[in-house]
């Protein structure tokens, strides 16, 4: 599961929050990519799509391949996950398992964009939302089957977003790419993005305003405390559920004056997504994301899913926060403090909990 929602502050500047949730601890490596790096996006039986980055992006990131003595892993094997470019463009991957159908029909002779490589693509070519759904009405993308995830084939949907407040939603269903605007900046998992913006009409009553006293004939209600106004929103962990309560805190939360302030009112709406283990378990063995390579955790006869990480991205000053599960504290990278980088940086993310409260030293020492 993974929550994603976009907060504005009274001035009405930009500003991403999102979770990623899974059963397991995978190797997310932190990377900064700079401008001038080229890129080469492969898919069997296609010639390779080459592009070079006109903007500089931090990103979180997975390999998607398991090493092997003849062919360890190196910067072209990270996939973004969650990222934020030099113009202010965020990239979020969400899990979707619906994705996967019909394959695309394209000439085996055209260049096509391998979907997991749809975050290196936006983040470094692309300065807005509307370039990107541009481009993506010419650019085939395909599917592909993950050897790391057991063979499953690319079971994510993506969210763009950028500083002016334009969110664009890129669906695969069934293997037929949507392209979805996205009026409210949130995005969760599955059903698909339409199906969670009908269900929003069920939601109309929805207000941020406590009424806490009622008259039932002669007798007086009056609740003892103050939040009552919550109690229409959806309180499952589903992805329903959640989407919902996005929307309700990306409304209602208060305008911050300052980014500061901003950011840090960001980090309070997304502690109330945050997953602690064994809030809820399973133990059907089934239904979730398994990965190549990772022994299975014999200590416990269940599956639950935990928030991994926690990612805040302030759009006007380029700013990147992220926290794992092993803490409570945001570290902070700035990615204008980069600019002068001319070469990949990496460093495990696991790392990250270790390091100053600001970290852009940390990678760019690298």
Excluded at 135 to 149: D, R
Excluded at 268 to 292: C, K, L, Q, T, Y
Excluded at 351 to 362: I, M, Q, V
Aim: with cysteine; net charge negative.
């Amino acid at each position: 599961m993974c929550t994603a929602l976009v907060y504005s502050d009274s001035a009405g500047r930009k500003y991403l929050g999102r979770t990623l949730e899974l059963t397991v601890e995978l190797p997310y490596e932190l990377a900064y990519f700079p401008a001038g790096f080229s890129v080469s996006s492969e898919v069997s039986g296609h010639p390779s799509l080459a592009y070079t980055l006109d903007h500089a992006f931090l990103a979180i990131t997975m390999p998607w391949r398991l090493p092997t003595p003849e062919a360890p892993l190196g910067i072209a094997d990270l996939k973004v996950i969650e990222g934020l470019n030099d113009k202010g463009v965020t990239f979020s991957v969400l899990s979707y398992p619906s994705a996967a159908g019909r394959g695309q029909a394209v000439e085996m002779t055209r260049a096509v964009l391998a979907a997991s490589d749809l975050g290196s693509w936006v983040l470094g070519r692309f300065a807005c939302v509307a370039e990107v759904k541009a481009a993506l009405g010419t650019q085939p993308v395909v599917l592909e089957a993950l050897s790391i995830l057991q063979g499953a084939v690319s079971p994510f949907h993506y969210v763009v977003n950028d500083a002016s407040g334009a969110s664009l939603v890129i669906e695969f269903h069934k293997g037929e790419m949507q392209l979805y605007d996205n009026p409210v900046g949130v995005m969760t998992n599955g059903p698909r993005f339409d199906w969670h913006l009908t269900n929003l009409d069920n939601y109309t009553f929805l207000s941020n305003v406590d009424r806490s006293a009622a008259t039932f004939g002669g007798y007086e209600a009056r609740q003892p405390d103050s939040g009552i106004a919550t109690a229409g929103l959806p309180s499952s962990s589903t992805s329903v559920g959640r989407f919902v309560r996005a929307v309700y805190y990306a409304q209602f939360a208060e305008k911050a004056d300052t980014p500061d302030a901003a950011v840090c009112a960001l980090a309070h709406m997304m502690n109330n997504f945050d997953r602690p283990r064994g809030i809820s378990i399973d133990s059907s063995g089934g239904g979730h994301m398994e990965v190549a390579g990772l022994q299975e955790d014999g200590a416990h006869p269940y599956a639950t899913e935990f928030t991994c990480w926690t990612s805040l991205s302030d759009l006007g000053q380029r700013l990147f926060f992220v926290r794992d599960y092993a803490g409570m504290n945001y570290t902070r990278l700035d990615l204008g403090a980069l600019a002068g980088v001319d070469a990949p940086k990496v460093i495990p993310l696991r790392r990250l909990s270790g390091l100053p409260a600001d970290a852009t030293g940390a990678l760019r020492d690298a």
